[in-house]
C-alpha cells in the first residue's frame, strides 16, 4: 500500500512501525512523527485542538485536505497539459511523471500518475513496460495510454479487439434472423451514420484515435478475418471504420487513407439506396485514376465494395436502370451508368478471390453478360409490361396468351455460372416479389435452385425475400403457390442447411395462418427438428407449434360467445311509407 514513499524520502507506516518497535516512549513517538509529516502549516497547530473538540478525527481531517488537494493537482495537470509551446509543456509533465511515478501502486495517488501520462503524447519506455506488466496498471490506464502501447504490441492489441469483432459478426447475423419480418423494417434499413453509432464501431474508433498504426492493424486483422471466414460483415466494418473516423474529421487517418474519397461518395450512394449520374462518374472517376504501382489500393476498394450495404445499392441501382432502359428502347451496352454499376458489382464479388490470390487486377466482364443476360432481363420486364397491358384489355380484345413460365437456357446458365449475373438476378427476384408480381415469382423461383455459390440459399437474401413475402400474404391460401414456393425452392436444401431451416420458420411464424392447412400440416412434420438441430431452430420450431396450437383453440372460444347479430334475426320489416 505504502509501496514509493520511500523513494520520496516520505516515511510510510512501515517507518511508524520501527519507531514503535524500537521507541521506549510510544507517545512521545507518535507526537514527534506527526510533527515530522504532518502538513508543514504552523497556523493549523493552534486549530487542530479545535477539530479535537468537535470529535473530528485526525485521519477525517487530513483525508479531506489530501483530496482537496488532489483534485487541485489534477486540474493543474489538465491546465499545463493545454497550455504553452508543446516542448515546454511536455517537460513539465514529464519531470512531474518521474516525481510521481513510483506512487502509482498507491490508491490514493494514483490518478494523478495516471492522469499526467494520459497527457503525455509519448509515456517514457520503461514505464510503459511496467504498466504493460501490471494487469491492474494497465487495465485501469487511459486509452490514451494504452494506444501507445498497442502500437508496438501487435498480439496485445489483437487481444483487445478480437472479442469487438466477434460482437460485431454476432449482431449482424442476429439481425439477419430478426424475428421481425417487414419490408419496410429489415436488414438495410438503417442508414449509415446510425449504423456507424453501434457500440462495437464506436468502441473501436475511440481505441484506434489518431494513431495511423493501430488503424492499419485493424484493417490487416479485418483482412484476415474474412480471408479465413469468406464472412462479407468484416468488408461492412472495413467501410464503417473509415467513415466513422471521417465524421470525427480524424484526418491524420482519413488522408492517408487512399479508399478515403471513394468510401465517402459509396457512403453517400448507400444512404439514397441509388447511385446517380453524377456520384457514378466520381466513383469511375476514383477507379480509373488508380495509378500503376498502386494496384494494391483495389483489395481495399473491392472489400469496401463487397460490403453488403454496398452490393445492395448497386444491385438495386442495377435492376431499376434496367427498367429505365426497357423504357427508353435501349440496349445495356449503351448505358455508361449501368456498365460501371456491372464493373463495381464485379469488383465487389470477387474480393475475396483478389485478396486471397493477391492478384490486384479487376475482373474481366464477360461480354455475355451485357449481350445476352441483362436483355434476357430485360425481357422479363416486357412480358410483364405486355401481360399487364393484356389484363386491362375488355374481354373482346385479349389475346389467348397465357403468362410465360418458361426461361432461356442461357439466363439458367448463367445465374449458375456467374455470381455477378446470380446477384443481379436475385434482386430482380426481389423487385418482383416487392411488387408482389406472383406470375414473375412463380416463373423464376424454380432457377433460384441452383445458383452460384447456393447464393439464393445465403441469409441475406433469405432474409430479404421472406420480409417481401409478407405483401403477398393472401397468396398462401393457394395450393399452387405454396407448392412452388416451398417444395419447388425453400425445401430442397433446408435439410443440409441449417439457416435455411431458420429461414423457413421466421416466415412462417408470421403467416402460417394464410398457409393451405394440408400443406401447413406437411410443412409440420418436414421441419420438425431433430436431436442434432440447433437450439435457435429447436425454439422458432416451438413457437411456431405454439401459434398452431392458439390458432387452433381460438375458433372454440367465439363459438362459445353467441354472435351479436343472432337478436338483430328477430326485428320486423317496417313498413314502407
Known sequence: MFSGLQQ???????DLKETLTNCTEPLKAIDQFQIENGILLPSLQS???FLDLHSIPRLEF??????????KLLDKVATIASEGKDGDRYNKLEDLLGKCFPLVKVPSIQPVVMCVMKHLPKVPEEKLKLVMADKELYKICATEVKRQIWQDNQALFGDEVSPLLKQYIVEKENALFSSELSVLHNFFSASPKTRRQGEVVQKLTNMIGKNVKLYDMVLQFLRTLFLRTRNVHYCTLRAELLMSLHDLDISEICSVDPCHKFTWCLDACIRERFVDAKRARELQGFLDGVKKGQEQVLGDLSMILCDPFAINTLALSTVKNLQELVSQDALPRDSPDLLLLLR??????????MIDSQVFKEPKMEIELITKFLPNLMAFVVDDYSFNVDQKLPTDEKTANLYPNTLPETFIKFILENRVACEIALYYVLHITKQRNKNAILRLLPSLVETY?????????LHLFTSHLTLLMEEFSAEEFCTALFDGFILTTFSSKENVHRHILRLLLHLHHKVVPTKMVSLQKALEPTKQSAEAVKDLYTQLMEKIESLKQSPVQTAETPPLELPLRTASTPAAI
Open 47 to 49: 486549530a487542530l485542538p
Open 62 to 71: 487530513h483525508q479531506s485536505v489530501f483530496d482537496e488537494l488532489r483534485e
Open 8 to 14: 520520496l524520502g516520505i516515511a510510510s507506516g512501515d
Open 344 to 353: 463495381m458489382l464485379s469488383l465487389g464479388q470477387g474480393a475475396w478471390d
Open 453 to 461: 455459390n447456393d447464393m439464393a440459399f445465403s441469409d441475406i437474401f
